[in-house]
């Protein structure tokens, strides 16, 4: 992955997400559970003109079958996907959580959005080449 800001994969599409968190963070401030959260967000991006769709199903496959199920919270034009924690920081393991939901299908780019006591937000890159 470049560390160059400037070439980020869908740089001006994870602006306009991080735009939006923070419309929301800045609205509702701290407190709420994470499904209020996703679904201001889905607002927020929607009008914005983007995409987005909620509780995107994500399989788990071992050896070519099946072995689990998730959801990640949101999926931004097909390209982005968006998890959201309302927790007091950010923990490896959300880190983990999400590069994980990038291996298990071809969407390469993630964004982690905490709606905790601070705003945070991570960003994840898996290549689909690596996959």
Known sequence: MNTDYKDFKYKELTEKIIKAFYQVYNTLG?????????????IELKNLG???IAQLPIRVLYTGKLVGEYFAD??????????????KTL??????Q??????????EVGLLLNFGPKAEI???VFDNIKK
Not at 32 to 42: D, I, R, T
Not at 98 to 107: E, G, H, M, V, W
């Open 91 to 96: 923990l490896e393991e959300y880190e983990a």
């Open 50 to 52: 983007l995409k987005a």
């Open 98 to 107: 999400l590069l994980n939901y990038l291996k298990a299908t071809d969407i």
């Open 122 to 124: 991570k960003r994840k």
């Open 30 to 42: 701290y407190g709420f559970l994470e499904k209020v959260y996703g679904n201001a967000l889905l």
């Open 74 to 87: 949101i999926l931004v034009e097909d390209k982005v996907i968006v998890e959201i924690k309302s927790a």
